[in-house]
């Protein structure tokens, strides 16, 4: 158990559902992130919460919706997808984000496996 | 934008011999940090390097960060199986507010 819980841990999802993914840390962080891995780009920024904030969207495409209502919690809307959204979605948090450069270190949760069918 | 770049992509040795995987960044890095991934697993820290120059050992690990600080290598002496697994190397991004991450060398050790 690394302090960041993710579910569901599999996911099979047709194109045209609506589903979710969570992710809780109980570390006491404030910044969130979602990393895509798949065999193509492995480990793929797509999204940055720090203090709820969003900072960062890496060009992400609008059928995933994300929303950070706490620091403790973060969730990854997922709507009309395609089969090559089928990935390992990761989640991750650290203390904080600065832009002073200096980075923290993420604590990554154990992933969903999700398929577009 | 700033890239991370990771070479091999992946490497098969023997247990007991060497391993190298060099991280190479297109800007300079304020710092890098290395995370490990075993087969199936997540990427789990292993370490951060900050000033130029600089070597930290983790028992038979060797991390440098170049003088430049744009390029980084991770060696580990004397394989074992246990160290089966992809081994990414991450640098900020150009807002300075996530980590972006190399592609990773996948090491696999035979006994």
């Known amino acids: 158990e690394t302090g960041v819980t993710q579910t569901p841990r599999h996911l099979v999802m047709g194109m045209t559902n609506k589903k979710s993914l969570k992710c809780e840390q109980h570390l006491g962080h404030n910044a969130m992130y979602w990393y895509k891995q798949s065999a193509k780009k492995p480990l793929e920024l797509m999204f940055v919460?720090?203090?709820?904030?969003?900072?960062e969207n890496n060009s992400v495409p609008s059928r995933f919706s994300p929303e950070c209502p706490n620091s403790s919690h973060l969730f990854l809307h997922l709507h009309t997808l395609q089969p090559e959204d089928s990935a390992l979605y990761l989640c991750?948090?650290?203390?904080?984000?600065?832009?002073?450069?200096?980075?923290?270190?993420?604590?990554f949760g154990a992933g969903s496996r999700l398929t577009v069918l | 934008g700033q890239q991370v770049m990771q070479i091999p992509q992946y490497q098969h040795v023997q247990e007991g011999e060497d391993f190298t995987t060099y991280c190479n960044s297109s800007t300079t890095l304020s710092n890098i940090q290395w995370y490990k991934q075993r087969p199936g697993g997540h990427p789990v820290f292993l370490i951060q390097l900050v000033k130029s120059g600089e070597v930290k050992k983790q028992k038979r690990l060797t991390f440098q960060f170049g003088e430049a600080k744009k390029n980084s290598s991770l060696h580990i002496t004397a394989t074992q199986t246990t160290d089966v697994g992809t081994y990414f190397c991450a640098g900020l991004s150009n807002s300075g507010y996530a980590l972006n991450f190399g592609k990773g060398t996948s090491l696999l050790v035979t006994p």
């Open positions: 919460y720090n203090f709820k904030e969003q900072t």
């Open positions: 991750a948090s650290s203390q904080r984000v600065t832009g002073t450069g200096v980075s923290n270190v993420l604590t």
